[in-house]
Each structure stands twice: as C-alpha cells, then as structure tokens.
C-alpha cells in the first residue's frame, strides 16, 4: 500500500514538473512575441520619424536660396508670388510624427495601428494619457493596447462599404488605468458564460486570451459589452 502511495505521490509530482516546464515555455514564447511586437511598432516609429528628419534637412539647405528668391520679389514689388513663394515652402514641411501619450512602448505600438487603420479607411479617435513610467511592463502593456486596436481594426474591415468604420481608444491614468476601445462591428457576436467574447474563426482569438491573462496577472478587470451594432471593451488595471 506504501508503494503505491509513492508511486501516485511520484507521478503527481511528476506531472506537476511538466506542467511547471510547459509554463515556463509559455512564458518564453509570450516574451519573444512581445520584444517582435516591440520591435515592429518602434521600426514603424522610428521610420516616420527619420523621414521627417531627412525631409527637413532637405528644406533646411534650401533655406538659403528660398530667402534670396523672396527678397528679391518683395524688392521688385512682387508680393503675390512671394506670398506664393511662402505658402508653397510651408506645404512641403513635413508633419510632426503625432505624440498619443509619454509612454514611448504604448505610443509606437498606438502609432502603428493608428496608420494600419488610417490606410485601410477606418477613422481613429485616439486620447490617451499614460505615463512614462507606470507599474506595469512597458512590453505587456503596449501588447495589450496592440492586440485590442488588431481586434478593432479587423471588426472594422468586415463592415459594409456604406457602414461608418472607426475605432475609439481612450486611456485615463489616476494610479490605475482605465482603458477603452469601441468600434462597431456587423455578423453576430457572442459572450461566454464568463463574458468573454467567442470566436470560431482560425487564427483568431490568440489576441484577447493574452488581454485576458495580462489583467489576470495584474489583479485586474475586463468588461466586454455590445450593443446596438457597437463592440465596447473596459479594462482596468
């Protein structure tokens, strides 16, 4: 009888090693996923940003002949065509890159989805205010917003051309944040007993399970609701 109980008592601690192992695995993946995600949106960041760079050193060593030109014409009387002049320089300087909050890892990857979304027609309304530093990993947490705005934008895509795309995020830090995304969205769409939304599509569904494992981590909250053709998710953390 002994025996046995050390058998099952092995067994058990057995499984539990494995479980542990494939956790940790887990994790791993998870992690890589998140420095990708990282490097992808700061890649798509750091893109625009050289380009406004390289944009404006090209105005810049223009400077020099423009002032001359436009000296000339107000000496000749010409003001029409300096003030042509002047409209069509300020045309060509290019537009700041836009600052969605001061936490560098949640506006690269807001920044990222922003233009996915703009390129695909879908109208953003964006107002975020989290910090630079805050309690959680920047990675996480520019994953969770990655993975959300994804959901939106791929809600928006399955639209009628005549129904309005758009995606709201909004982002209040008061020593927690208070996160919410809205976006319509058409077919039919479901919650589980948990209030979780379901979804029998192949390859998706990854997304909102890591949402939902980062706010379980953190001792947080996470709402869904839908309404009136409008998909709503608030998280709190």
Not at 36 to 64: C, F, Y
Not at 135 to 143: G, I, N, Q, T, V
């Amino acid at each position: 009888m002994l025996l046995i109980i050390t058998l099952t008592l092995m067994a058990y601690a057995s499984v539990l090693h494995c479980l542990s192992i494939l956790r940790k695995e887990y994790r791993l993946e998870q992690d890589k996923a998140l420095l990708e995600l990282s490097g992808e949106t700061m890649k798509q960041r750091l893109s625009i940003m050289d380009e406004s760079v390289r944009q404006m050193s090209v105005i810049q060593h223009d400077q020099r002949h423009l002032n001359a030109a436009l000296l000339e014409l107000i000496k000749n009387g010409q003001t029409d065509k300096a003030a042509a002049l002047i409209a069509q320089q300020t045309a060509a300087l290019p537009q700041k890159p836009a600052c969605y909050c001061d936490n560098i890892a949640v506006d690269a990857a807001v920044s990222y989805y922003a233009a996915m979304a703009a390129q695909r027609g879908i109208r953003c309304d964006l107002r975020l205010d989290i910090p630079e530093e805050s309690p959680y990993p920047e990675l996480a947490l520019s994953m969770v917003v990655s993975n959300l705005m994804e959901n939106a934008i791929h809600a928006c895509e399955k639209l009628d051309p005549d129904q309005k795309r758009y995606l709201c995020v909004s982002a209040v830090y008061t020593g927690q944040i208070i996160l919410e995304v809205e976006n319509p969205y058409s077919g039919e769409v479901s919650l589980d007993e948990n209030g979780y939304p379901v979804t029998n599509e192949k390859g998706h569904g990854s997304g909102s399970q890591s949402v939902r494992a980062f706010v379980e981590k953190t001792g947080g909250e996470i709402f869904y609701r839908i309404e009136n053709g409008i998909f709503k998710v608030r998280l709190l953390v």
